[in-house]
């Protein structure tokens, strides 16, 4: 059973869209992360939250934080081609050392 | 955000050779390093922890005689693929995690990666 649900898992649309991505849970995280992933590189680090409720802007990128901390969304406002990739949410349990991850969202935005 | 050098980002190696990875943090003391392989199109699959100066604790279902794990410093873990196989083909990445200091969770940051091709 995967401990952290992204959805969705491919995500195609035009430029000027909007999109959400969620990772939903059944657990209580300490702190979620979000990377942006890009083809035969690692995952660079887009934001942290950690409180309930935690809202982050990063341009047209809004995180948020559930109440429960079980739950985070990314939002992308007016997409564009320059923010297709893979986007992972990841999430650390409390007194846990390691991240959990979830499966993923692969996001193109067309032209 | 903190830095990760891993090195190398692609090797290719005969089959039955082993291969060795570095993973550095260049401007923090990392007390956690974590292996990730992952498989194409996929998340990130993790393999193993490593603490500094202990022992790796290895996800179920990983081999810990086949992926060697060694974090000899703070800033330094190497994973070492032993008696590869074209089955072992991944590409594999160590991110890198400091000290907590109290105020909600050290992030761990991300290496660029290893396509490891066996052939």
């Known amino acids: 059973t995967q401990l952290l649900e992204q959805s969705p898992q491919f995500l195609s649309i035009q430029e000027g869209e909007n999109l959400t991505v969620y990772c939903n849970s059944s657990?209580?995280?300490?702190?979620l992360q979000w990377y942006r992933q890009e083809p035969g590189e690692g995952p660079v680090l887009l934001v942290t939250v950690v409180t309930g409720g935690e809202v982050k802007k990063l341009k047209r990128l809004t995180f948020q934080f559930g109440d429960a901390r079980k739950d985070s969304s990314l939002h992308i406002t007016a997409a564009q081609p320059g923010d297709t990739g893979l986007y992972l949410c990841?999430?650390?349990?409390?007194?846990?050392?390691?991240?959990?991850f979830g499966q993923g969202t692969r996001l193109t935005i067309n032209p | 955000g903190a830095v990760v050098s891993q090195h190398p980002s692609r090797v290719i190696c005969k089959s039955g050779t082993s291969v060795k990875i570095e993973c550095r943090s260049l401007?923090?003391?990392?007390?956690?390093m974590f292996w990730y392989r992952q498989f194409p199109k996929q998340s990130l699959m993790l393999m193993a922890t490593?603490?500094?100066?202990?022992?790796?604790?290895?996800e179920q279902g990983v081999e810990k005689d086949k992926f060697l794990i060694n974090h000899a410093s703070l800033t330094l873990s190497t994973l070492t693929v032993t008696s590869a196989h074209p089955e072992d083909s991944s590409f594999y990445i160590c991110?890198?995690?400091?000290?907590?200091?109290?105020?909600?969770?050290?992030?761990?940051?991300f290496g660029q990666g290893t396509r490891l091709t066996v052939v």
């Open positions: 401007d923090f003391q990392a007390t956690t």
């Open positions: 490593s603490n500094e100066g202990s022992k790796a604790t290895y």
């Open positions: 990841a999430g650390r349990i409390q007194g846990a050392q390691k991240l959990v």
């Open positions: 991110s890198a995690r400091g000290q907590d200091r109290g105020v909600g969770d050290a992030e761990a940051f």
């Open positions: 657990s209580v995280f300490s702190s």
